[in-house]
């Protein structure tokens, strides 16, 4: 609980002009940018009078006064951190088919530690011997062929930064009430990563890609030999075979020593452990593209290859547990994504929807990447229905819950972007709500 | 038009054509796999029989199977618990209370030879022999009389069965049907 808080410092308020860039307290940026210079100031005004006392050592904290613990071969997170866990549904330590999440509500900016990646796993994390592995690539192709990890080594690589999210991320927003679980509970089957790896269309290219095919079947090393089927057309793309992750080997939970990437398409797709590329003139009705990941209609016909991630958003900052200290200034922070592309326009509305504020976004801006979003606060203390939703480039936008819920079979969970919403009560408590 | 012209336009050319290719040149490192490789490793069953293997399987040898192999996750007749029904919910996908299962859901009978032979059981996958997994596949969709008690599958008979869910996906692959 000491962390969520620790991040969700209030801000300093003093002098600050307000002009309202939409209903209930959302205020313009350049408004909160001279508020800030000015209290700049103040507290720099305060360290020089309290440097006039020189003895030093008497009130220095212990770390300061004794020599700090030594080198480390491989870093790991301050021990103040330890609550900071993935979120597991099942018991940890069991293998077998399920989920952990990556705590969102934990953590700041846009990329995920590897360690924090979530993990979907339909037979456990395999234990792979890179040295034995090979990436195999047959079927309609002119040369049918393997590719070891050391020959895949000197191929020109690429690095991007593009989010994997789950299908079934947020599938719990289809629920008749609003689960009173945190941001990342809600929405932590998603995760940002800097990818490294070669370019798939250059080895298909080697194999020499026969005019009829038209689908990749992907299949994994794990013992669910787990396998989809894939658009030629992306395969030929922007897809990767990725090698690294954050600048390291790849994690085993991420697929070891080599996954798919298929930016933007459903997590369950970006097959992890990648070991065997068929190319086909057909997609094969595999389990996870019948059974799992297609949407059921009130028909009774369920929409099969539903390859994209919608545009989507959710606020992280305040969620469900930071709850408010009272009224004041306080940033409203959040992530918005798509696998269509670029995120172009986030809009956040503090008053249930009524009135939008157009968020000026500062950081980087990549596509089918998470894009974090800011802006400043003036909560009053009453209470209050904060909300986000999001335009991409190719003019994706995040429906309501309801009209999203309308489309759909009961409990149809699959691919979920309807607008989220987080009611704040006069005593701060932060609820999910559906508004 | 002279000849030193086309010299200097060619490079031109080449410059605009590099980035159109996604991926680039690669140094040819792939190691030719052999037809014996690609035959032991090529596990992939389409829904028109394609990658079937020999072998057969009756829905009585299926039940033995199913007893040793699958019961104690999957539950007497497949009626599950603690893991995923695999029978059962047959007309119930439009009912406003849908049950998916290998019966009400899956829109062909080769996913079901597939997935069973390439994942499952989930403690020792790929451990039965083709014909076990012929067997099996029969006699759970013998469970609801998709096929008959005395059904034999093989490569030919599989993949004519017809699911009751078999033309229950709409692709939305490239784009949304009209």
Known sequence: MGVIMGNLEKMESAKLREEPVAGNGLIGRRTLLRGALFSAGIAAAGVGAAQADDSVGADAPEWMKTPGRPFSAYGTPSKWQEKVQRIFTIAPGRAGTGVSRTPLHLLEGTITPGGLHFERHHNGVPDIDPGRHELFIHGMVKRPLAFSLDALMRYPMETHIHFVECSGNSGTFSSAQPPQITAGELNGLLSCSEWTGVRLATLLAEASVAKEAKWVIAEGADAAAMSRSIPLEKCMDDAMVALYQNGEAIRPEQGFPMRLLLPGFEGNMNVKWLRRLNVTDTPVDARDETSHYTELMPSGKARQFMFLQGAKSAIIKPSFGMNMKGPGLYEISGLAWSGAGRISKVEVSADGGKTWALVALKGPVMPMALTRFRLPWHWDGRPSTVMSRVTDEAGGTQPTRASWIAQYAPGQGYHFNGIQSWGIEADGTVKNVYA | ?178
């Open chain 2, 1 to 178: 038009m002279s000849t030193p012209r086309f010299a200097c336009l060619f490079p031109v050319v080449a410059l605009f054509l590099l980035p159109s290719v996604r991926g680039a040149q690669g140094p040819n490192l792939g190691r030719p796999l052999t037809t014996e490789e690609i035959r032991k490793m090529d596990i992939t069953v389409a829904p028109d029989g394609r990658g079937l293997p020999p072998g057969n399987g009756t829905v009585s040898a299926g039940a033995a199977v199913y007893a040793k192999s699958c019961q104690s996750c999957h539950g007497a007749q497949g009626a599950g618990k603690p893991q995923d029904p695999l029978t059962g919910g047959v007309g119930s996908l439009a009912s406003g209370k849908p049950v998916k299962t290998p019966a009400s859901y899956w829109p062909a009978a080769t996913t079901l030879f597939d997935y069973v032979r390439r994942a499952m059981p989930i403690t020792s996958p790929q451990s039965l022999t083709n014909d076990e997994v012929y067997a099996v596949t029969a006699y759970i969709l013998s469970i609801d009389g998709i096929v008959p008690n005395d059904a034999v599958f093989d490569a030919k008979s599989l993949p004519r069965v017809k699911m009751p869910n078999r033309d229950g996906f709409v692709s939305w692959w490239p784009k949304a049907p009209r």
